[in-house]
């Protein structure tokens, strides 16, 4: 493939990308329908690419941005739901495709069935997440969502690793699978866990957040390829590293923090833009494959359409089946009953199945050779998870938000995220006021009580008042305000010092607040955040300006 078609591709994706961000529109769909007009434009070569290029070079940063920017916390809370979603509802989906595929293609070995399950069954949360933060859905059922969509791109991919063994090999057993899935899992875990443990040491030693944002984007790679080659499953490795890695992350510098959220959000429109118009260019070639197999282009369109149907069926019936399981207590999980979901929030959450870039990545991730012999039908295989992926975005992604206004479903996090920072305000003050005083104690037997006084107040009243505290502080000759015109602006490096401090305690007390489980993570991460700005203003204003 040559790199100037590479490069157009994903130019012309990111600027189809751009308008669909401007004008509102689903960018996936208009993707991959600009993909394919431009597949019939004559001279537009064939854009056959390694499907392994796919799944360790596109896949693993996705899934670690995806990890990375989930709340540890919220998943815990949501912990029920999130493993009856992304866990048993990936294993119930992937075996009845396989199942409904079996049924239609006889002679399809039912690895390869479930192969194709494997693919189809892990819905994405990224369209369906765009409609609920701009229709205003609850943070529960967003945590939902985003939760079961991280938590089901291991299962089904580990699935996938699996049932690509089986097909391989010729001679699957049950046993035997399950063997090779709980290794997966094991490996996969612990690997990720101890990378993302090195990369967090690192990041905490190195005071350089270009240093660190380059070792963070070589992580899920490491991990992925670490992991599968131990045996392991890489994707979860990827997940793990990224769930520690994002809740430990405001304990790095907060260069660190500022610098690379835009670079993963980059990478993310980079690498989603790509998938989805390579799709569509690849489309006119597939469905030709699919005329030349074993199948034919109607056995396919049959099999498509049949599998559609049961992956948006099987999902609603799954979802109220198991509601009940949201008023256990999970080991792990911190949650009460008011976590649950409700009726019409389920029924939300029901509807958004919308399959996306993990699908289609691995979909076209399947191999052309297996066990040394062609993939049982595996353009068809592709061809179906193509037209599932598609079909769920038409069907389900267009006609979520009307069902999510005809429910009615309202949030109400707004008036809690309130009450938390108006809580969470006086703890960061009452750790700003214990560094004025401790600062106090230092000075008093060096300057005496009135001036150390003077310090306290003068640091209690705010940022206008710091730089006569400052003064008071540093120079003994000051006894009143009036003295202070005479001060010199080269005190304010120990103010700056002063002002890191104070800084330095509010984020730890912020940290300490949502280790308590006392605030959400969306609103530490935005007093987080200003905290960031507030030191790197200290350190991008002069000297003598402070």
């Not at 599932?388 to 006609?399: D, E, K, R, S, W």
């Not at 300057?447 to 120079?475: C, H, N, P, S, V």
Request: with cysteine; aromatic share 6%; charged share 15%.
């Amino acid at each position: 493939m040559d790199r100037a078609q590479i490069f157009a591709l994903i130019a012309g994706a990111v600027v189809v990308t751009a308008v669909c961000r401007r004008r509102g529109w689903s960018a996936p769909l208009v993707l991959v329908a600009a993909g394919l007009v431009v597949s019939y434009i004559p001279g537009v070569p064939e854009y056959d690419i390694d499907p392994q290029l796919i799944l360790e070079f596109v896949l693993p940063p996705l899934l670690f941005s995806a990890a990375r920017s989930s709340s540890y916390q919220d998943m815990r809370r949501s912990l029920n739901s999130i493993v009856r979603l992304g866990v048993g509802l990936v294993l119930v989906s992937a075996v009845a495709v396989a199942l409904v595929a079996w049924a239609l293609i006889p002679d399809l070995p039912f690895a390869a069935a479930l192969v194709l399950g494997a693919v189809v069954a892990p819905p994405d949360a990224v369209a369906a997440a765009a409609v609920g933060r701009k229709l205003g859905l609850p943070r529960r059922v967003m945590t939902v969502i985003s939760g079961e969509s991280l938590i089901n791109d291991a299962t089904s991919l580990t699935l996938y690793k699996v049932a690509l063994a089986g097909a391989a090999s010729g001679a699957w057993a049950f046993s035997e699978g399950l063997t090779t899935f709980a290794l997966a899992v094991l490996v996969g875990v612990a690997l990720g866990l101890v990378i993302g443990w090195v990369v967090h040491q690192l990041r905490l030693r190195f005071d350089d957040s270009v240093v660190s944002s380059t070792i963070a984007l070589l992580t899920p790679f490491a991990c992925y390829w670490g992991a599968e080659h131990l045996g392991g499953s890489g994707v979860l490795a990827v997940v793990a590293a990224g769930l520690y890695l994002g809740h430990t992350a405001p304990s790095a510098g907060y260069a660190t923090r500022l610098v690379q959220d835009p670079i993963w959000e980059t990478l993310d429109l980079l690498l989603e833009s790509f998938t989805f118009a390579l799709i569509g260019v690849q489309l006119p070639w597939l469905i030709a494959d699919v005329n030349a197999s074993n199948q034919g282009l109607g056995t396919a369109l049959l099999l498509a359409a049949a599998v559609l149907g049961t992956a948006m069926v099987v999902r609603p019936l799954y979802v109220f089946a198991t509601a009940w399981v949201d008023h256990l207590r999970l080991p792990g999980s911190h949650r009460d009953h008011s976590d649950a979901l409700s009726v019409k929030e389920s029924a939300v959450v029901s509807w958004a199945g919308m399959r996306g870039v993990v699908t289609l990545a691995a979909a076209a991730g399947i191999p052309a050779l297996a066990g040394g012999v062609a993939f049982p039908d595996r353009a068809t295989l592709q061809l179906v998870a193509y037209s599932v992926a598609i079909g769920t975005l038409l069907l389900q992604g267009l006609t979520l938000p009307w069902l999510i206004h005809r429910l009615g479903v309202r949030s109400d996090d707004g008036i809690r995220d309130r009450a938390q920072e108006a809580r969470l305000r006086i703890s960061t003050a009452k750790a700003a006021q214990q560094v004025i005083e401790e600062r106090r104690e230092q000075w008093t037997p060096q300057i005496g009580a009135k001036k150390a006084a003077l310090l306290t107040q003068g640091l209690a009243e705010g940022i206008a008042r710091k730089e006569k505290a400052t003064a008071i502080m540093l120079d003994p000759s000051i006894a009143s305000e009036e003295d202070l015109a005479r001060v010199s602006s080269s005190r304010s490096r120990a103010m700056q010092d002063l002002r890191r401090d104070i800084v330095a305690a509010q984020r730890a007390a912020l940290v300490a607040e949502r280790d308590a489980g006392n605030i959400d993570e969306v609103v530490m991460r935005q007093v987080l955040r200003e905290l960031d700005l507030e030191d790197e203003s200290l350190d991008a204003a002069p000297i003598n300006r402070i």
